[in-house]
């Protein structure tokens, strides 16, 4: 997810410090969700071995099921980032997840 190791005496306020018994030996930097995002996008092109954007519609269905999994669309501006990498408009996108959640009798 792009976290970066820190020695302690590195840490600032929104890094995660790690102790063990009773001393602290390592800080964890956490990216920005949205940066967050962005791994897991190029983590699923990875994947896919090609492009999102040229996934056929079932497979871009199923990157939205995964990306729903993992939180994506509660980042700010999550379904335009998803949607630009899957070549598709907003509301593509968004129909993809009302057929999930309606298949799944939400």
Excluded: C
Aim: aromatic content about 4%; cysteine-free; proline content about 3%.
């Amino acid at each position: 997810m792009g976290g970066e190791l820190l020695g302690p005496e590195q840490a600032q306020v929104d890094d995660v410090v790690l102790a063990w018994e009773g001393q602290d030996v390592l800080a964890v930097r956490l990216p920005q969700l949205a940066d967050s995002l962005d791994h897991i996008l190029a983590a699923l092109e990875r994947r896919h071995g090609m492009p999102l954007a040229e996934l056929d519609r079932k497979s871009k269905q199923a990157v939205v099921r995964t990306l729903e999994a993992r939180g994506a669309f509660s980042v700010r501006h999550g379904v335009e980032t998803v949607a630009g990498a899957l070549g598709v408009s907003r509301f593509t996108v968004y129909n993809y997840l009302n057929r999930e959640n309606a298949a799944k009798g939400e």
